[in-house]
């Protein structure tokens, strides 16, 4: 979730990394991307230009950001999500194709235009696919992230102390993992969770 008085250099390093880094396949992906009207254009501005350069490749390699899918049924379940995100009203900003050459490898996607309640948003695919949402107040945003059933990690970019406390408190965000102006995912991969 972003709100418009973040530190907004530190978006799309964040997000890339958080929904692109290890192709999305992993239970902290960012998957869902909240972001205040006044600056929902330039972030998503931002971020494709960013996917565009994106390395797809063997991930053993240093420079590789975004590695294959693990099986040919997750390709499909890829291939499924951006189906049935654009019958839902979603509109493929970049990616949302199988990259050609062997190996299970899908070009990292950005989605807009659906609502925060549609189903494919709510969904876990477990691939590389980013759904951009606009919202409008901290009300509505702080309710749309807790209205998922996953809810293992969740991230807030802003720089309200206030709206930073309210996140992290009981009324704030319902998941395991809650980040402030960092990614949703990185550290904790060694951790364990629901013990």
Known sequence: TVFEDADLSL???????????TAGQRCTTARRL??????????????????????????SESDTLCGPLHTKQS?????????????????VVCGGKVVDRPGNFVEPTIMTGLAHDAPIVHKETFAPILYIVKFKTEEEAFA????????LSSSIFTKDLGRIFRW???????CGVVNVNIPTSGAEIGGAFGM
């Open 34 to 59: 909240f972001l205040q009207e006044s600056i929902h254009d330039s972030i998503v501005e931002k971020l494709s230009k960013a996917y565009t350069q994106v390395r797809i490749g063997d991930p």
């Open 11 to 21: 978006v799309t390093p964040s997000v890339l990394f958080a929904a692109v880094g």
């Open 168 to 174: 992290l408190g009981p009324k704030g965000s319902d």
């Open 75 to 91: 390709v499909e379940m890829f291939l499924s999500a951006i189906e049935q995100a654009k019958c839902e009203g979603g509109t």
């Open 144 to 151: 749309w992230n807790n209205e998922v059933k996953q809810g």
